[in-house]
């Protein structure tokens, strides 16, 4: 008897219709071919997007078999309780397991991890083997500081990322591949998008060669380039065939790396709907932001959008950080929603949708220089270290998680004909125990 092995793919809040439309559209069949398995209708219970219903929050859920009212992981980089066990961690030693790129993974014994490659925002997460964090400096370094950089910071970063592509077949897929390439940063130049999908992709071809030297029995890889794409372009047409030639191309890796497994999971945690344009506030350079608010702090992380965590020395630093930030703003308006980690020397800050909007940033940014808030702070000074940018879709409850027909989904995966996204911790462990 075969011995059995698991591959999951956790392609972040994609949607399965857009894919097939460019399927066809581009005559790329292998990305339809990847999806034809068994498929059911997920959900999830978290409603809120910005509270509960973020892929920081639906993938712990996915890999703690708990609701995110018992994990309470709701920011991304947070690190989950001691107490609570990731699915890889209940395994039998004996199965060996490689984690990638998931959201919110943490890394606490090695027993049986063949290899750990952490989401990028998870700043204090380090990969295993260590050699692997030569590769994750560079994207690391690009999610903390978008889109303020220090050129000997990227540069650096950017060395230890060519010494791991010189050395893989990344370097060998370049090549193949120049011309497109040369191509797509002819026309997209460094969007954002275009290095995520980069990304993305060296990072599975990496995968691939490293699960060939060493196969283990559950491999679980976390994809997010599709989301932040839709999230911030889906309405640029003029980028939609760049979109599907990395999409195409990934695929060829993934059905590359699934040949050595004999069961496949694709899933998606929940997904997106495509809305008109709206906007989100983003600040430019957060160390110049915050010293012009005297606030003092030994430690700031940034997450996808619009907030971050900042870390101070004592509590009374983090006091008067609150007192500061809740005290800015404009027409009766807070800048900044402020929660606070009880006796913890950390703050979590996400800046007001309702304060700032495409509508009054204008008229914000025309205020005259002495308009100041609280007689203390000048507020136009800030404002200009805020940018907008432009949002093109919405997170919605409901997904799709796909299956190779071996797979058997338990009645106790359900509600109401829907399949509960932190049953995935369930569905694995069923699989190793049958």
């Not at 993305?200 to 699960?211: A, T």
């Not at 989301?227 to 990395?246: G, M, P, S, V």
């Not at 005290?327 to 020397?345: A, H, P």
Request: charged share 25%.
């Amino acid at each position: 008897m075969n011995k059995k092995n698991l591959i999951v793919f956790e392609i972040n809040e994609f949607d399965y219709k857009f894919f097939i439309y460019g399927s066809k559209k581009y005559k790329f069949p292998q990305i339809k071919n990847f999806f034809k398995l068994k498929k059911k209708n997920t959900i999830t219970k978290d409603n809120k997007e910005g509270l509960n219903l973020d892929p920081w929050v639906q993938w712990v859920s996915a890999h703690t078999g708990k609701d995110s009212n018992k994990h309470k992981v709701l920011r991304i980089g947070q690190v989950l309780d001691k107490d609570i066990r990731q699915v890889w961690e209940k395994l039998p030693n004996k199965k060996r397991v490689s984690v990638w790129g998931l959201f919110n993974s943490i890394l606490r014994k090695k027993n049986n991890i063949d290899l750990f490659y952490p989401d990028p925002w998870s700043f204090t997460q380090k990969a295993y083997p260590e050699n692997l964090n030569s590769f994750l400096a560079l994207p690391r370094y690009y999610a903390k500081n978008y889109p303020n950089f220090n050129l000997s910071d990227i540069l650096n970063c950017s060395l230890k990322l060519l010494n791991k592509v010189l050395f893989s077949g990344i370097i060998f897929f370049i090549i193949k591949n120049i011309i497109s390439l040369t191509s797509i940063f002819f026309r997209s130049g460094l969007s954002s998008f275009n290095i995520y999908f980069l990304f993305d992709l060296f990072s599975l071809i990496l995968l691939r060669e490293q699960l060939n030297k060493n196969r283990s029995d559950l491999v679980i890889i976390g994809l997010n380039s599709f989301a932040h794409y839709q999230h911030n372009y889906w309405n640029e047409k003029k980028y939609e065939k760049i979109y599907f030639w990395y999409l195409n191309q990934m695929i060829i890796e993934m059905n590359k790396i699934s040949q050595n497994y004999n069961s496949k999971i694709v899933f998606n945690g929940f997904s997106q709907k495509k809305v008109k344009v709206n906007y989100y506030p983003r600040i430019i350079d957060q160390k110049k932001f915050f010293k012009d608010l005297k606030i003092n702090y030994i430690r700031h992380e940034i997450n996808m959008t619009y907030g971050g965590t900042i870390y101070f020395k004592s509590l009374n630093d983090k006091y008067k950080a609150i007192k500061i930030l809740k005290q800015i703003g404009y027409n009766n308006k807070r800048l900044f929603d402020v929660s606070d980690f009880n006796n913890e020397k950390k703050i979590f800050y996400s800046i007001n949708f309702v304060f700032i909007n495409k509508k009054n940033f204008k008229e914000i940014n025309k205020l005259p220089k002495k308009n100041i808030v609280n007689d203390k702070f000048i507020f136009k000074k800030i404002i200009k270290n805020i940018k907008l940018n432009q949002s093109t879709s919405r997170h919605l409850q409901n997904g799709l998680i796909f299956f190779s027909s071996e797979i058997k989904l338990k009645k106790t995966y359900f509600i109401r004909n829907y399949f509960y996204n932190q049953k995935l911790y369930n569905l694995i462990l069923d699989y190793f125990k049958n």
